[in-house]
Nanobody
Framework: VQLQASGGGLVQARRSLRLSCAAS????????IGWYRQAPGKQRELVAA???????IVVANSVKGRFTISGNARNTVYLQMNSLKPEDTAVYSC????????????????WGQGTQVTVSS
């Protein structure tokens, strides 16, 4: 499985961006896709995740109401980011993992390369 993340950039606060995570290869083995972010000096955190059928979605409290995850985990997953804040500045990466109940479990093997999101005040 290969994951290709794209869509990052430099935007002003309160604007929007949409990130894409495109999957290729043995995509039928993908159970779920999660978006993570890591800001300088901070730990990586899960932002949102979606199951392959779209029936399970989790969104971090820090972005709830502003970020939306959608798409097909075995094709392309989107992270729509609205009302961006400077604290959303980070490298965003997608990951192929799985759900255990309502919890997204990070996969260890498949990661897309990061895409930088920078939000200016």
């Amino acid at each position: 499985v290969q994951l290709q993340a794209s869509g990052g950039g430099l935007v002003q606060a309160r604007r929007s961006l949409r990130l894409s995570c495109a999957a290729s290869g043995r995509t039928l083995t993908i159970n779920a896709i999660g978006w993570y972010r890591q800001a300088p000096g901070k730990q990586r955190e899960l932002v949102a995740a979606i199951s392959s059928g779209g029936g399970r979605i989790v969104v971090a409290n820090s972005v709830k109401g502003r970020f939306t995850i959608s798409g097909n985990a075995r094709n392309t997953v989107y992270l729509q980011m609205n009302s961006l804040k400077p604290e959303d500045t980070a490298v965003y990466s997608c990951n192929a993992g799985r759900f255990v109940g309502d919890l997204y479990v990070q996969g260890v093997r498949y990661w897309g390369q990061g895409t930088q999101v920078t939000v200016s005040s």
